[in-house]
């Protein structure tokens, strides 16, 4: 090898891989845990879909206001008796305004007349801020109690943010 080629090599490969680095480590992206807990509101729109609304605490957003809406989907037995499948869009927005958007599946089961408990999971479709690119999965937990029209529900799985 020349003196040439030699001096040529000795400085573009060093440029190549601080560049591949730089770029891997600008898209890298953080796998964290993400548990939320939410007590709010339910309201029924018609006999299919509803609107909630309520307060809680989430790790990697702290204290979180939430904004979804619901529609029951179809039915499914339940110990004997007749529950509901329903899908839900759901938004945590925390104190900074930064939003985590999620889709949940569940089936609701009751427990008392009027009162369901949910079990499903939860899929993390985005949010804003720094949860622009958001992405995610977990499990949901929840009761409804739809002759008071309260709710409170969980979610516990994990979420990845982008580092850019």
Known sequence: MNRLTHSKNSIILPLLTALALSVMTASASENLPFRLGDEGTITFTSQSTATTAGTGNAIQLGNIMSDG???????????????????????????????VTTAITMQLCPIAPGIYHGVGTYVVTGGTGRF???????????????????IICGLNGTISVNHQ
Do not use: K, P, R
């Not at 008796?81 to 329903?86: A, K, W």
């Not at 977990?138 to 002759?147: A, I, L, R, Y």
């Open 132 to 150: 622009a690119s958001a992405t995610g999965a977990g499990v949901f937990d929840g009761t409804g109690n739809f002759n008071t029209g309260t």
């Open 69 to 99: 809406s619901l529609t029951i989907v179809g039915q499914t037995s339940c110990n004997g008796g007749v529950g509901f499948l329903v899908e839900m869009q759901d938004t945590f927005t925390a104190a900074n305004g930064d939003q």
